[in-house]
Every structure is written in structure tokens, then in C-alpha cells.
């Protein structure tokens, strides 16, 4: 069981927004930086964000990240067909197992 | 072109025994970290282990310490996960992950079953 909250799913029509969030303690995010993984259905992960907001060479703008003490957001806009997937918040942690994954939720297009 | 390409998984029996490989290429390899990340069917992603980028610190999660070894191989862009007395939870897909975890491999499938 995983020390970050996420929720289960979130959906919302073509061109619109989401926002997911990831909640976790002092003993992880609020004291490490979060990154954020898209897992398009049958494929590896892949890094959306880091460093709570900075995105990698060739993911688009609609991508953006934010962190507020012990919480982090994953916005997505312009939502589209092609970002249905899961995806997962991570950060490393100071009492437990030392790299995080967060629950995981689920992104559909309406 | 950056990439890992794990290899060695297969079906292999409660107790047994099984090692994983990661070919990495397209980058230093000797100057990053590495990791192991797992999935199991359906479930979400786990954090196995991860090794510095010369060996000096190696972290396990709680799941697979005392069963699990990583190792790396700089001259060979090697990574090794070495599996012992493997059960049937150990089941899922094995990822290997990379530098700011901003490189994955394909996995690949580990099924501990009689």
C-alpha cells in the first residue's frame, strides 16, 4: 500500500481540464521533490515532471506540475484523446521504503 | 538514441531462483543511478531497489530485502537484478528505470507460479 493518495480516476471531455493530486507527509513530499509518470495502456511509464514542475525535453506545455507542503498537482489541459492513461505521482522518503510511487489515477476522455 | 532493455524474466517456481538484466545505451551509464521499478497484473507501480551510480549505495524496499540483489556492471552498461526465494507476489513486469527515472525500459515478466 502506497504512502501517496491519489485519486482512483478523473475524466472530463475533449479541450478541458483535470487536475490530480497527490497527497503524501513531511517524510516525502514535503520535503523532496515530485515527479509525475504517464503509463499509456500496455507501455512503461514515462516522465511527465520533475522536480515538482519542471516538464523534459518534448512534453508539451498542457503539462504542468505544483507542489504545496505535504501535497502535489498534476494539471493537464486541452485535454485530449491520447492522454488517456494512468498516472502516478513519485518523490523518495526519509522513513520508509525510499522511492515512492503514488496510488495511481486513472485519466479518461469523455 | 537513449535507451534500456531489460531481459531475463520467465516463469520460475515459489523459491526459485532468477536474474534480470538491463542493457543500457545512448548515455553514460557510469555517471547516473539506476533502478528497478515493478508492476504486478493490474496493480500500480512499486519501487524495488536502486544503486548509485558507483555501486556505494544500494536501497531496497521492504518487500524484497534479504531476497533481492542489485548489482551494475559499468564497463559492460550493465544493470543486474538478482531474484532469490521468489514468491508468488514477486509476480509482475520488472521495469529498469534511469538517471532522474526519465529513462524506462520495456520490462520484462517475472511469473513465480507451481
Known amino acids: 500500500q502506497s504512502v501517496l493518495t491519489q485519486p482512483p480516476s478523473v475524466s472530463a471531455a475533449p479541450g478541458q481540464k483535470v487536475t490530480i493530486s497527490c497527497s503524501g507527509s513531511?517524510?516525502?513530499?514535503?520535503?523532496?521533490?515530485v515527479s509525475w509518470y504517464q503509463q499509456l495502456p500496455g507501455t512503461a511509464p514515462k516522465l511527465l515532471i520533475y522536480e515538482n514542475n519542471k516538464r523534459p525535453s518534448g512534453i508539451p506545455d498542457r503539462f504542468s506540475g505544483s507542489k504545496s507542503g505535504t501535497s502535489a498537482t498534476l494539471g493537464i489541459t486541452g485535454l485530449q484523446t491520447g492522454d488517456e492513461a494512468d498516472y502516478y505521482c513519485?518523490?523518495?522518503?526519509?522513513?520508509?521504503?525510499?522511492?515512492?510511487f503514488g496510488t495511481g489515477t486513472k485519466v479518461t476522455v469523455l | 538514441e537513449v535507451q534500456l532493455v531489460e531481459s531475463g524474466g520467465g516463469l520460475v517456481k515459489p523459491g526459485g531462483s532468477l536474474r534480470l538484466s538491463c542493457a543500457a545505451s545512448g548515455f553514460t551509464f557510469s555517471s547516473y543511478s539506476m533502478n528497478w521499478v515493478r508492476q504486478a497484473p493490474g496493480k500500480g507501480l512499486e519501487w524495488v531497489s536502486s544503486i548509485s551510480s558507483s555501486s556505494s549505495y544500494i536501497y531496497y524496499a521492504d518487500s524484497v530485502k534479504g531476497r533481492f540483489t542489485i548489482s551494475r556492471d559499468n564497463a559492460k552498461n550493465s544493470l543486474y537484478l538478482q531474484m532469490n526465494s521468489l514468491r508468488a507476489e514477486d509476480t509482475a513486469v520488472y521495469y529498469c528505470?534511469?538517471?532522474?527515472?526519465?529513462?524506462w525500459g520495456k520490462g520484462t515478466t517475472v511469473t513465480v507460479s507451481s
Open positions: 528505470a534511469g538517471r532522474i527515472l526519465d529513462v
Open positions: 513531511s517524510s516525502n513530499i514535503g520535503n523532496n521533490y
Open positions: 513519485g518523490t523518495w522518503d526519509s522513513s520508509l521504503s525510499p522511492y515512492v
